[in-house]
């Protein structure tokens, strides 16, 4: 039996599942009832030579007695450690213990008080994961009880006990014998059935507590997206304006440094997007030098997957632009609010694509820095060639070789889909994209997004220190996608995907129930440590 992590300085089990949360709670029994049983044991044979009665049934009861407190010792000493937990070291104890109670049975009288304790042994075993060994615990009291009822009936054992049956009829000892068969039948059933009823309760609490929380996150994104979409007047400063060799129009975006419009070359009359700083950032020259940052980088970068850059100008002058080819289609934050999440196959697409756009990234020495669903655009073309999934956005982007940027011990890029080395102002690599990529992944299967919170340090601690919900608790998805997941958002850089390709072999391999064992085993040592839905070691 595993058993879910300790929720730090409480020692009370974090239970991932509602199965995780009634195995911790049945170790826990387990140490109580261990603990009491030596207790009752000894107590009993203080008592016992005070008690009278046949002593060859009362020495028989003591030797019992021993041997169950024994087996209760050694098993409290297991449960040290939880690994050491399993049904059939219980049944063992178990068994010492009926042997006990079947002496005591034996030596108080069948149809004694002292026959109420295999009900209760019974009820024990009923509340336990294993179906066999509650199968196994009620077959052998009941068959036990009976046997000894018979034999002692026709006078096969005699009757030692201090309760003796000479007082019944054989009609009568056999229906209070019938009794207890019913009470531990309706004992046994109703342990088990109490067991089911708690495991559907706990997986409807689950799930209504997974849907509050998925239906939370996608508000919380919502409402920032249309904050954003109200933001975008349509009629900006600079519409109708020249700059450059490009005639502006409506505003088409808006973000933190500047406005993109919708444009015009004039002299060919070729379609553009043209960015241009805010007022208030052409005053910073931190701010220009990140906007020239981006021009560079993404003029750099050749591939279909990339926004391609047509013309950068105006640093010499007072307003700096870049203009870039002019996209038609949505951005991948607009598919997912518009048709719910996409499908594996879907998701396999656009992985392979912007895959192939954050590797032309790398190759120019670039980190993006700021991989998100409004970044990732679908490009609907001219109408004859297929929608393609281009990169947007290098206004954050840093060259990988740089000792230092002029962003260095600040936190630059979206929360919600920043990698935890970003988000602690750390140096990043292209492994920070690829933890990004991971939650746009996330965000796109599910539905829902990986991290998110009313506030920035919220959303930053969960990036940091959490794992999101288990991606099958939110959709129909295979076992595995949860393992390669687990990979794409680990915490640590050198526990990622090496490659947005990498992410895409393993994500197509899932999907056919086909994940190498290696990686495997690999998710299973990560979700070991921090499982989904647990908070980190960092909470200690």
């Known amino acids: 039996m595993t058993t879910p992590p300790l929720e730090p300085g409480s020692g009370v089990p974090v239970a991932a599942t509602p199965l995780d949360l009634l195995e911790a709670q049945e170790l826990a029994r387990s140490r109580t009832f261990a603990l009491l049983a030596v207790v009752l044991a000894l107590n009993v044979l203080f008592l016992l030579p005070f008690l009278g009665g046949a002593s060859g049934a009362r020495d028989l009861f003591g030797a019992a007695l021993v041997l169950a407190a024994v087996s209760s010792g050694w098993w409290l000493w297991s449960l040290q450690k939880d690994e050491r937990y399993d049904a059939w070291r219980l049944l063992l104890v178990g068994a010492f213990w009926l042997g006990a109670a079947l002496a005591g049975v034996h030596y108080f009288g069948v149809f004694s008080p002292v026959v109420v304790v295999l009900p ?4 024990f075993f009923g509340m336990t994961r294993d179906p066999r060994a509650q199968n196994v615990a009620y077959v052998a009291a009941a068959v036990s009880y009976f046997a000894l009822v018979l034999g002692t009936l026709r006078g096969h054992e005699g009757d030692p006990g201090i309760t003796t049956v000479g007082q019944l009829s054989p009609v009568q000892s056999m229906l209070l014998a019938a009794i207890v068969e019913v009470v ?11 067991r089911a009823a708690t495991v559907v309760a706990l997986a409807r609490h689950e799930r209504a507590a997974t849907f509050i929380l998925h239906k939370e996150g996608l508000i919380l994104e919502l ?5 954003r979409a109200l933001d975008v007047a349509g009629v900006g400063r600079f519409s109708d304006t020249v700059v450059g060799k490009y005639r502006l129009g409506a505003v088409i975006g808006r973000g933190a440094m500047g406005e993109v419009y919708e444009a015009v070359r004039e ?4 379609e553009a997007a043209v960015k241009l700083l805010h ?6 020259p931190e701010s220009v030098r990140r906007f020239l940052r981006e021009a560079k980088t993404a003029a750099a970068i050749d591939t279909a997957h990339v926004v391609k850059v047509l013309e950068v100008g105006g640093f010499d002058g007072e307003l700096p632009y870049i203009a870039m080819e002019r996209l038609r289609g949505a951005d991948l934050a607009e598919i997912l609010r518009r048709d719910g999440p ?11 694509e912007v895959g192939a756009g954050l590797a032309a990234t790398r190759a120019a020495g670039v980190v993006h820095r700021d991989v998100k669903p409004r970044n990732l655009f679908l490009s609907e073309g001219d109408g004859s060639a297929a929608p393609v999934w281009k990169l947007l956005d290098f206004g954050v982007s840093k060259l990988a070789t740089a000792d230092i940027t002029h962003t260095q011990g600040h936190i630059i890029g979206t929360p919600e889909y920043m990698a935890p080395e970003q988000a602690a102002g750390q140096p990043v690599t292209h492994k920070a994209d690829l933890f990004s990529l991971g939650a746009v992944v996330y965000r796109a299967l599910t539905g829902s997004p990986a991290f998110a919170g009313d506030h920035i340090v919220e959303v930053l601690y969960q990036v ?5 919900l288990r991606p099958s608790s939110l959709t129909d998805l295979p076992a595995e996608v949860d393992l390669v997941m687990a990979i794409g958002l680990a915490k640590g850089p050198a526990d990622r995907f090496e490659t947005a390709e990498e992410l895409g072999a393993a994500l197509e391999a899932a999907a056919r129930g086909q994940i190498k064992a290696e990686l495997a085993s690999r998710a299973r040592r ?9 908070a980190g070691p960092a909470e200690e």
């Open 120 to 123: 209760l042994g019974v009820v």
């Open 184 to 194: 531990l039948l309706v004992t046994f059933l109703t342990a088990r059935a109490a």
């Open 223 to 227: 409402q920032k997206d249309l904050a």
């Open 267 to 270: 002299e060919t009359h070729e």
């Open 279 to 284: 007022t208030h950032s052409l005053r910073e």
């Open 342 to 352: 996409m499908t594996l196959r879907d998701v396999l697409a656009m992985l392979s």
């Open 464 to 468: 940091a220190h959490t794992m999101p």
């Open 526 to 534: 990560l979700l070991a440590v921090l499982p989904w839905g647990a």
